[in-house]
């Protein structure tokens, strides 16, 4: 687990989703998908949907064959795309076999996605115990970058008997390696460039069936580049994460992102004074990567922060005058005071008209209840922090808390 870096996102596929701080029009209800038909083979495998929606909703697949994750998005008027697993059980009836999946928009029968599985072909059966038959680029913080900034991505991955089967803090021995090259190619051939440290990339968190990875690419030069994950079981082969599922170079591709050159067009040009500007509202999200924690272990969550005529210009990069930390404590005292202790945090992406920020406490060795928030500054003014209702005020808006165990 690395900076929040870490969503879960996050949601990977946490996915849990906070509200944000309402635009000045809601979008009008709807949900959508990208494909209206998934087939599978005839052993235990996992496809990807998109389901783009702007209201909370929930699937129910019609057998017990079939399998969803996430299954439900609590959206409170907020458009969100999702990338959802389908996951199917091996098919032992000796004949092909088909079910669907119903989506409800706010309890509203909206979509069907008909799921269609082959008789098992004895030629597609996997050769591991516990292959990895599913991974996702499921998340990045953004898509262009500038020079000295660090490039950070999520994927989702399914393997059998591992990642359904348990909990997990560790990721089971299933590790991840973020890649990138210059040219769209297969990812194991020789013109990619991966990562070897748990600094770089690492496991961040159980996501129901699947195990969510997140990693970050730094020290590029201005270019237009393709990256994707690399996982694997222990010393078996590694599977490349594509689009949406496995790669395979025709419908579930790489990503790319752009690195630009520092002394580009400021995308915040049109701020000529930042001691002009305010925070009027952070809170803090409804995501966590891990609650409770272990002693020795991280507690990782995120926040949201509004600032008019900054966040609101929707450029979907960070801004450096813009300072976040997040910052833990035993007693719950007001957190101007001492017995605080932060940790820089990172800009993480752009939510409507707000930005978000994600970050981790150091290691926490000592058992107890703990209270955390986030604060942010402009440059060098004051703090303002965040809380469970908007801005930290100690009585309705209070701080989050978790246990270390």
Known sequence: MKHIYNLFIFLCVSLTLWSCKDSEEIAQASLTLNNNELSFTGFRSSLAVKVDATRRWNAIPSDYWISVSPDHYPGANEHFIANVAVTVSDNETGQPREGHITFFLQDEEIATLIIKQDKQNEEE???????????????????????????????????????????????????????????????????????????????????????????????????????????????????????????????????TFEVKEADEEDEYASIDDYSKLSISWAELGSWVAQNPIRQGEQFESGA??????????????????????????????????????????????????????QGKTPEISTPGTYYYTFRFRIDEGTYTYAGTSGLWNGTNSCFGTFEVK
């Open 304 to 357: 949201q922060i509004y600032i008019e005529g900054l966040t609101d210009l929707k450029t979907n990069t960070a801004n450096k005058h813009v300072i976040c930390e997040i910052g833990y404590s035993a007693t719950g005292s007001n957190p101007v005071n001492t017995d605080w202790i932060w940790e820089t945090c990172y800009w993480n992406g752009q939510w409507d008209n707000n930005h978000y920020y």
């Open 125 to 255: 059966r996997p050769e591991e115990e516990f292959p990895i038959t599913w991974a996702n680029l499921q998340w990045a913080a953004s898509t262009s970058i500038t020079e000295g900034e660090s490039f950070e991505a999520g994927s989702c991955v399914f393997a059998d008997g591992i990642t359904n089967a348990m909990e997990s803090t560790t990721g089971e021995g299933i590790v991840a390696d973020i890649g990138y090259s210059l040219s769209d190619t297969d990812p194991s051939g020789p013109d990619w460039t991966w990562t070897s440290s748990t600094d770089d990339c690492w496991f961040n968190g159980d996501w129901e069936d699947n195990f969510y990875y997140q990693g970050h690419i730094s020290g590029l030069p201005a270019g237009t580049y393709y990256y994707t994950f690399r996982i694997r079981n222990g010393s078996g082969p590694y599977k490349y994460a594509g689009t949406g599922g496995l790669w395979n170079g025709i419908d579930n591709v790489n990503g």
